[in-house]
């Protein structure tokens, strides 16, 4: 079982920056394919970037929404996951959430992650 903790929301302006952690338990970090969703009011909660498993090796990928502003990394000797998050958009207002899943699939569905945290709020302003 692991447990996720983010950090790193708050307020921001747009085109500003923000840089989000998540913080995972456990000794087996490595093995879980990771990624970050958002919700923003009266909407579903969607996929925003992805980074698979490995010790050396990863492959990253990202929503069409985020990509070229958004970057996800992650640190298996600090069993933390980023999300580096650049050009804040206030379309990009949210609750965001990590995840984590040792399965397989599209990767990219809530459906898809078997532990979630508790989101942290990022909000931009015009």
């Known amino acids: 079982q692991v447990q996720l903790v983010e950090s790193g929301g708050g307020l921001v302006q747009a085109g500003g920056s923000l840089r989000l952690s998540c913080a995972a338990s456990g000794r087996t970090f490595n093995r879980y394919n990771m990624a970050w969703f958002r919700q923003a009011p009266g909407k579903e909660r969607e996929f925003v970037a992805g980074?698979?498993?490995?010790?050396?090796?990863?492959?990253?990928y990202y929503s069409d929404s985020v990509k070229g502003r958004f970057t996800i990394s992650r640190d298996n000797a600090k069993n933390t996951v980023y999300l580096q998050m650049n050009s804040l958009k206030p379309e990009d207002t949210a609750v965001y959430y990590c995840a984590a899943t040792l399965g397989l699939g599209t990767l990219r569905e809530p459906d898809d992650y078997d532990h979630w945290g508790q989101g942290t709020q990022v909000t931009v302003s015009s």
């Open positions: 980074i698979t498993m490995g010790v050396n090796t990863y492959y990253s």
